[in-house]
């Protein structure tokens, strides 16, 4: 038969490591702050439920493996804090320190408000559902990401990401999916400046779209059912196949594909480098 697991309930932790190597535990209620400000307090912890605890310390969970963090938060000076961890689980946390996640694997992430520059980087396998995020480099260099139901606001989201799903949220980011490849958006609002240079495999579905010089230099770009506003400049040596409701403002020199829309400002096709065969096809 396996032990009782161990409980930590109603305790203040300021101490270098205070609870390092933790198995098999229930952390409850506990405050991790205070006057010796030591850092991570639950490093190197496996088999641990975390729930309603407040953190104020920096790197507290490092190379943790099959844990859960509920109703919990930690402030703008808890940095680093989740490092190298493995299946984890996270809901109903307010998570405000800079690069809160990196490098971890298998963690979900739900019911959050996260504000966290430089947030999810080098990841794989991460999913994060029904959550407020601002961060201004998001999943950089990231992998098998799946995120619904968010509301986001950064300037360099999803950089260097691959296999990445992304539905019925909304993204208010600057040059989002840049070097991107293999990613597919759903029924999103997408808003911003440069989106997707150099992306390869991007697909937009029933997405708003709105931002000056979209989809440039893209390689198997695809866009369905999407709507554009104040788009200009777009699918400059770009290989598109779109289906676009409404008016571009501006379509510049696409590489190849075909573009279907129903109104657009100007085709530009002069100035180009390299052969650019591209068609617009307006809707009748």
């Not at 409980?7 to 506990?30: F, H, M, P, Q, T």
């Not at 729930?51 to 859960?68: E, T, V």
């Not at 029924?187 to 390869?200: H, I, K, L, M, Q």
């Amino acid at each position: 038969m396996g032990s009782e697991k161990k409980i930590y309930k109603n305790k203040v932790y300021d101490a270098e490591r205070s609870l390092y190597g933790l198995r098999d535990a229930d952390v409850e209620d506990c405050v991790f702050a205070g006057p010796a400000d030591g850092e991570s307090v639950l490093k190197e912890c496996q088999r641990f439920d975390v729930k309603g605890c407040r953190f104020s310390l920096r790197y507290p969970l490092w190379h943790a493996k099959d844990f859960s963090l509920t109703s919990s938060s930690m402030d703008e000076l808890t940095r680093a804090a989740l490092w190298y961890d493995e299946r984890g689980q996270i809901e109903n946390c307010d998570l405000s320190g800079i690069k809160a996640l990196r490098e971890c694997r298998e963690i979900s992430l739900k019911d959050c408000r996260i504000v966290s520059p430089e947030f999810g980087w080098k990841c794989d396998g991460i999913e994060l559902r029904d959550s407020e995020i601002t961060a201004e480099y998001l999943f950089l260099d990231s992998k098998n990401i799946k995120i619904s139901g968010i509301k986001m606001k950064g300037k360099y989201s999803f950089q260097y990401t691959e296999n990445v799903l992304i539905e019925d949220s909304d993204l208010d980011t600057k040059d989002a999916f840049w070097h991107s490849k293999n990613v597919t958006v759903k029924n999103c609002r997408v808003a911003g400046e440069y989106p997707a240079w150099f992306s390869d495999g991007l697909t937009l579905i029933d997405c708003d779209i709105s931002g000056t010089q979209p989809f440039c230099y893209c390689r198997n770009l695809t866009l369905i059912n999407c709507r554009m506003s104040g788009t200009d400049l777009a699918f400059e040596y770009s290989d598109v196949n779109a289906d676009i409701i409404g008016r571009v403002e501006s379509v510049k020199n696409p590489r190849s594909g075909i573009i279907t829309l129903d109104e657009v400002g100007e085709i530009i096709t002069e100035a180009h480098v390299e052969p650019c065969c591209g068609k617009v096809v307006l809707r009748r």
